[in-house]
């Protein structure tokens, strides 16, 4: 007799022969068929690993809509006037990598459906995008300290 395990719904103890959860009703088996799954793979908890992935994402959405705020603010307030192209977009570049970095976050939080990615896919996919958008935030901090240099030595 294998050991049993747990349903996906209500978290009770049961055989990984039902088709249905006795205790709530869900449908055991073609819910694991459906997201690929085997019976030891989805009783695992999620890792530590994908909760610091939401926290880091969360981390880097916050940073960049600070920055945003901030930034936009200064632009705004300090009524920039552009000295031509080159300078427009200089200082709307570092919005643009923010905004990038902050969907890029987003998706790492809220992926395209848990259930469609297989676990370990689903890991790489939040890694990957947490990954690219630490860059894109990173990038967009050295520009943003770039055209604020600019900016301070424009000529008058
Ligand atoms: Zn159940």
Redesign the pocket.
């Known amino acids: 007799m294998a050991a049993n395990i747990q349903?996906p719904?209500?978290?009770?103890s049961?055989s990984p022969e039902a088709p249905v959860?006795p205790?709530?009703?869900?449908q055991i088996q073609s819910h694991m068929q459906q997201i690929g799954l085997t019976p030891g793979e989805l009783t695992q908890p999620l890792p530590d690993v994908v909760k610091q992935f939401d926290a880091s994402a969360t981390t880097n959405m916050t940073i960049a809509g600070v920055l945003i705020a901030f930034y936009s603010g200064a632009i705004f307030a300090g009524k920039v006037i552009s000295q031509g192209l080159l300078y427009s977009l200089l200082y709307a570049l570092p919005i643009v990598l923010l905004l990038i970095a902050i969907i890029l976050a987003l998706r790492v939080s809220y992926p395209d459906g848990y259930l469609t990615d297989e676990y370990l896919t689903l890991i790489k996919k939040k890694e990957k995008r947490l990954q690219s958008s630490s860059i894109f935030l990173e990038v967009a901090i050295g520009i943003l300290v770039i055209s604020v240099f600019v900016y301070l030595i424009r000529p008058a």
């Open positions: 349903c719904n209500c978290q009770q049961i959860c205790h709530c009703g869900t």
